[in-house]
Nanobody, 119 residues
Framework: QVQVVESGGGLVQAGGSLRLSCAASGRTYSLTFLGWFRQAPGKEREFVAH????????LYADSVKGRFTISRDYAKDTVYLQMNSLQPEDTAVYYC????????????WGQGTQVTVSS
């Protein structure tokens, strides 16, 4: 089992920045990816970014490329999502999710953290 807990959401004005954290615990050695997803009101959940647990290779959605940066602190088993130049359309609940090597999908999900960007 793996547990992931997000933190760092909040309210920010357009153009501002926030940093989300995702702390992983449990059998983290089994992980291949840790990703961020978001869901805005009335919309489907969408992929934001992921990082490989080994090697820290990253991938971003086109909508956040150049504005968001995902990174990993190996010592803390924590992944960060640095979000800059935030826009109202970035308003959503942001979820951290972990994908283990024995699964082809994200299996472990956090409770989500609200990010609200005011115009």
């Amino acid at each position: 089992q793996v547990q992931v807990v997000e933190s760092g959401g909040g309210l920010v004005q357009a153009g501002g920045s926030l940093r989300l954290s995702c702390a992983a615990s449990g059998r983290t050695y089994s992980l291949t990816f840790l990703g961020w997803f978001r869901q805005a009101p009335g919309k489907e959940r969408e992929f934001v970014a992921h990082i490989t647990w080994v090697g820290s290779r990253t991938l971003y959605a086109d909508s956040v490329k150049g504005r968001f940066t995902i990174s990993r602190d190996y010592a803390k088993d924590t992944v960060y999502l640095q979000m800059n130049s935030l826009q109202p359309e970035d308003t959503a609940v942001y979820y951290c999710a972990a994908r283990p090597e024995y699964s082809g999908e994200y299996t472990y999900w956090g409770q989500g953290t609200q990010v609200t960007v005011s115009s």
